[in-house]
């Protein structure tokens, strides 16, 4: 398994991990395009969230995004529900550190855990969801292959608006013919 491009690197998470990730979970800039809630969240709340739910869970896997030339951790990509038995999962990414969007590391991470997840892994599908007003998002996904599947209509209310949650989804053969 080769979890290197160019110019990241993704390593597990670890529990040295949580300040960080606190830090970034609670960035409303960085939260904005991809938590529906956008709570602040106190350190003990994040250490039980990263403790139970991304460590402690059999179908989840989550993986620090690092910047090679200054081994700098910039944010985190995930693998959630992952259900063995139809080789489905779910995936997440988050660029936490501002200074690297739109530079297209997001872009190199989320190929590396597809790689994984399709050559490793072996799994079927991989979905994820966007909120409707992240074109920029939207269009690394369907750069990528993702396929746009469906819409939750107006389920997110952000900014005085309600937007649509759009639900894509890649399959093995799609993204394994494009690579």
């Known amino acids: ?38 709570d602040v969240y106190p350190m003990e709340e994040t250490k039980e969230f990263v403790s139970h739910v991304i460590l402690g869970s059999p ?14 951790p910039i944010g985190i990509v995930s693998l959630i529900n992952i259900d063995y038995k139809n080789r489905n999962a779910e995936c997440i ?4 550190e501002k200074d690297y969007w739109g530079k297209g590391y997001g872009s190199e991470s989320l190929k590396l855990l597809l790689n994984y997840v399709f050559c490793e892994m072996n799994l079927h599908r991989v979905s994820l969801k966007v909120f409707s007003f992240n074109d920029r998002a939207i269009r690394l996904y369907t750069k990528i292959g993702f396929q746009k599947e469906g819409n ?18 890649i399959l093995q053969n799609e993204y394994l013919r494009n690579k």
């Not at 179908?59 to 700098?72: G, R």
């Not at 939750?152 to 894509?168: A, K, P, T, V, Y």
């Open 1 to 38: 398994m080769l979890f290197e491009s160019l110019r990241v690197r993704l390593r597990k998470m670890t529990k040295e991990d949580t300040e960080l990730y606190n830090k970034w979970r609670n960035d409303l800039e960085v939260m904005h395009s991809t938590n529906p809630s956008l």
């Open 59 to 72: 179908t989840a896997k989550s993986y620090i995004i690092v910047e090679k030339s200054k081994e700098i």
């Open 93 to 96: 990414i988050d660029i936490g």
């Open 152 to 169: 939750s209509r107006q389920s997110l209310f952000r900014n005085g608006e309600w937007h649509d949650i759009i639900h894509m989804g």
